[in-house]
């Protein structure tokens, strides 16, 4: 049932014969507050009936609730991962960060992914399938109700797609569930609060451009020439860079807002000073921030972290060209932090015994 906007939701309400005016009340207690037995809420007689008759196993709705596989907290205490299973079984990555006050769900959009980077662990196992909508919607909501439990009177405010997948594969599932979860009557996180991650999937940055979608863009970039590039995202031999940075520029073009890049550091890989001055040539004239990341070390990949020596260097060289440059914090290395890297500890764990 996450899987409804408002409108639809009123159109299945009339189509079964009961008054669309409920649709708010139903919206209200699935999405705002996030309510997994609607059963027990004390609706309206009509509505109650409604759901008893329409909502459960077998029946013609059901919710999405995502059953917790495992869950494993940073030291610090600030970063909880968690792998959950949707209905067929598959398992996919949420996690909840909280720092300086602020706090972000970090959400997946397929299982497995199709585009096979190769530091990336969601990327060495492959695509499995599309996430519905509402299978990403339940996992903001799951982000929600573990903070409202763990430091009450917190909001979720802020919400990027950087979970497991790449986000404009799955187009039109991504934009439903973004319309759902950054409405006001819905889950109400604001749409410049929301981050759209993606490898460079060329057609789906432009149409997020031409639809005027408010979100905010991220483009995980990683090379600053195409075979630099293609030796670490395959993706890139389909959407060559020329093409990518083409695009960038349309997006930027349409819509005036500010691109954020993100460049996944590896040692030996992408992280020399030649790199880091290519990389300001190719983005001159683009209103960029460049994200720089630590490499994760994932099991299917030789490549090393960059040393802290390089990145800053790195840093310092885009500072200069006039590039706001920020490098992540390994916030979440002790909690497996890198996307899709849970599962494949559980796999892993699954294969041993
Ligand atoms: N598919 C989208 C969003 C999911 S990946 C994308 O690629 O942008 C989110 C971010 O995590 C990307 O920038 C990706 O490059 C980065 N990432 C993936 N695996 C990583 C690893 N092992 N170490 C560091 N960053 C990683
Ligand atoms: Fe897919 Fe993003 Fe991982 Fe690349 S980095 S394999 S696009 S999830």
């Keep these: 049932m996450h899987d409804l906007s408002l409108t639809e939701m009123a159109a299945a309400l009339v189509a ?16 705002r507050e996030g309510e997994l037995d609607l059963a027990a809420r004390d609706f309206l007689p009509p509505l ?3 759901v008893l008759d329409h909502v459960g196993e077998g029946k013609a709705f059901f ?31 949420t996690v909840l960060m909280g720092y300086d006050g602020r706090h972000t769900a970090c959400v997946s959009t397929q299982a497995g992914c199709a585009m096979g980077c190769v530091f990336c662990a969601t990327g060495q196992m492959g695509f499995v399938r599309h996430l519905r909508p ?7 909501l799951h982000a929600k109700r573990v903070l409202a439990a763990t430091q009450p009177g917190r909001r979720l405010r802020n919400l990027v ?16 569930a973004l319309d759902i979860i950054s409405n006001v009557r819905g889950i109400g996180i604001g749409p410049s609060h929301i981050a759209i991650s993606t490898v460079g999937v060329v057609p789906g940055i432009l149409r997020l451009a031409k639809e005027g979608q408010p979100y905010r863009l991220a483009v995980s970039l990683h090379g600053s020439n195409e075979e630099e590039r293609s030796a670490l995202v395959p993706a890139s031999k389909k959407w060559s860079l020329a093409e990518l940075i083409a695009a960038c520029r349309e997006y ?33 004239g683009i209103d960029s921030h460049v994200n720089l990341i630590p490499l994760n070390p994932t099991q299917g990949f030789s490549g090393t972290a960059a040393a802290e ?18 490098v992540r914090q390994r916030r979440g290395i002790d909690v497996a932090a890198g996307c899709g890297q849970l599962k494949a500890e559980k796999v892993r764990a699954a294969s041993r015994t």
């Design 16 to 31: 079964t014969e009961t008054s669309s005016h409920h649709a708010k009340a139903l919206w209200r207690a699935l999405l």
């Design 48 to 50: 109650r009936r409604w």
């Design 63 to 93: 919710l999405d609730a995502p059953e917790v596989v495992s869950e494993i907290h940073s030291s610090d205490g600030l970063t909880r991962k968690f792998l959950l299973k949707q209905r067929d079984g598959q398992a996919t990555e």
């Design 134 to 140: 509402g299978e990403i919607v339940a996992q903001v």
């Design 161 to 176: 797609l950087m979970g497991m997948g790449e986000p404009l594969h799955n187009y039109d599932s991504v934009i439903q």
């Design 252 to 284: 930027g073009a349409i819509t005036g807002k500010r691109i954020f890049f993100e460049w996944t550091l590896i040692a030996g890989k992408n992280d020399s000073p030649e790199t880091a001055q290519r990389l300001a040539a190719l983005l001159s």
């Design 309 to 326: 020596s390089s990145g800053r260097e790195f840093q310092r060289i885009l500072l200069a060209a006039g590039f706001p440059c920020t």
